[in-house]
Structure formats: C-alpha cells, structure tokens
C-alpha cells in the first residue's frame, strides 16, 4: 500500500475529494492530513472522513524535522499539497524528491507565485482578460509554483464571469482530474 500524507491550509474540498476516491483502493490511501492553520475547516472534513490530522506551526515545520520524523514514522511515500500554502522546507524536498505534487488553479507559468492562491488567481486572470483559464498538476521545488509540470486541463473564460464562477469552474477541474493524476503518478514510479 502506498500511503499519502495531505497537506492543506483552507476549505479542503480537494483533500476530501481525493480521500473518497481511494477509499476503496488496495494499492492508494490517505494516511493523513496536515495543515498549517487550527481553523482549517479541511480539519473538520478528515475528522468526518476518519483521517487521522496534523496541525504545525511555522516553527515547527522550518526548524523542525518532527513532521518529517512523523511521515517516516508512518510510512508516507508521497506527499500532496492540496490548497497548502507555505513553501516546502529543503529537508523535505530532499526526503521526498519528485514525491510531492502540488495543485494550482491556473494554467502556470501564468499567474503563479507567492500570494497568488484561490480567489486572487481567479481575479487576475479575468483582470487580464484572459479566453481561458484552468489547472496545474506539478512536482514541488523550492519555490512557489515552479516545479516541472505533470498535466493541465483548460476551461473556457466567458465574457461576464465572475471570479466564483471561474473558481468553481476550476473546482471541478480540480475533482475530475487530481486524484486520476496522482494514482498515475504514483503507479507510475511504483510498480517498476
Ligand atoms: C484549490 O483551488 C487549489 O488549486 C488552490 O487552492 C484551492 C483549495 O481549495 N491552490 C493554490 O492556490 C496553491 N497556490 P480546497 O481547499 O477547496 O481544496
């Protein structure tokens, strides 16, 4: 069994999306879910799920290696960022080299980068004009938004959307395709 540790910091309608979708699984499961903030309401989604949960703080996560002694401890071999948004301290990087993928909801290398998460990419896509719009799956590196590209999907910008329509527009971009991009990921370096 390959055992995922999911890191988020908001909603976590993603992390309860990929948590029902290997449910099931005899090769894929969330182990855990992480995340920066107390008040995440994803923490309250892996309570209703039966998912075990984590929360850090900033100190603990950067000059800490408890979280990264807590992944060994229960076997973690991939990480996924789901909605998470602090950069990925080295010690990790390195622990899970090519085995922590992230979501962000826009195709990059456009509107990626620090502080440019959920509403605020939606805005500024449609600021900009922009016809279409959609997902990036792609590995993690050291900064924000930068890591090689695993999958994109699109969707159409229309005149008279707003920021909510296109973010839900996404969402379901996101439902459709993340956990099918993970287990292929996962299956792809793992049965070898
Ligand atoms: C998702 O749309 C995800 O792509 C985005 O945060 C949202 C989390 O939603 N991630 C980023 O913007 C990362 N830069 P959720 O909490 O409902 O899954």
Same mark, same amino acid.
């Given at each position: 069994m390959q055992k995922i540790a999911l890191f988020a910091s908001g909603n976590g309608t993603n992390a309860q999306r990929i948590t029902e979708y290997f449910k099931d699984s005899t090769e894929i499961s969330v182990d855990i879910i992480l995340s920066n903030?107390? &008040?995440?309401y994803v923490l309250q989604r892996a309570a209703s799920l039966q998912v075990p949960t984590r929360v850090f703080d900033r100190r603990e996560f950067y000059d800490t290696r408890s979280i990264l002694k807590l992944l060994k401890e229960r076997e973690i071999s991939f990480i996924v960022l789901a909605g998470f948004l602090w950069l990925v301290p080295d010690y990790l990087l390195k622990a899970y080299s090519h085995r922590i993928i992230n979501i962000h909801p826009?195709?990059?290398?456009?509107?990626?980068? &620090?502080?440019?998460?959920g509403i605020k990419v939606h805005e500024a896509v449609i600021q900009s004009g922009d016809k279409e719009s959609g997902i990036t799956i792609h590995y993690v590196n050291?900064?924000?938004?930068?890591?090689?590209?695993i999958f994109q999907a699109k969707c159409s910008v229309l005149p008279g959307d707003s920021p909510e329509m296109l973010a839900q527009k996404i969402h379901f971009l996101e439902y459709e395709h993340f956990p099918v991009i993970i287990r292929k990921v996962i299956m792809e370096q793992t049965s070898a």
């Amino acid at each position: 069994m390959q055992k995922i540790a999911l890191f988020a910091s908001g909603n976590g309608t993603n992390a309860q999306r990929i948590t029902e979708y290997f449910k099931d699984s005899t090769e894929i499961s969330v182990d855990i879910i992480l995340s920066n903030n107390p &008040k995440a309401y994803v923490l309250q989604r892996a309570a209703s799920l039966q998912v075990p949960t984590r929360v850090f703080d900033r100190r603990e996560f950067y000059d800490t290696r408890s979280i990264l002694k807590l992944l060994k401890e229960r076997e973690i071999s991939f990480i996924v960022l789901a909605g998470f948004l602090w950069l990925v301290p080295d010690y990790l990087l390195k622990a899970y080299s090519h085995r922590i993928i992230n979501i962000h909801p826009a195709l990059l290398p456009k509107y990626g980068g &620090k502080g440019m998460y959920g509403i605020k990419v939606h805005e500024a896509v449609i600021q900009s004009g922009d016809k279409e719009s959609g997902i990036t799956i792609h590995y993690v590196n050291d900064k924000y938004d930068a890591g090689e590209i695993i999958f994109q999907a699109k969707c159409s910008v229309l005149p008279g959307d707003s920021p909510e329509m296109l973010a839900q527009k996404i969402h379901f971009l996101e439902y459709e395709h993340f956990p099918v991009i993970i287990r292929k990921v996962i299956m792809e370096q793992t049965s070898a």
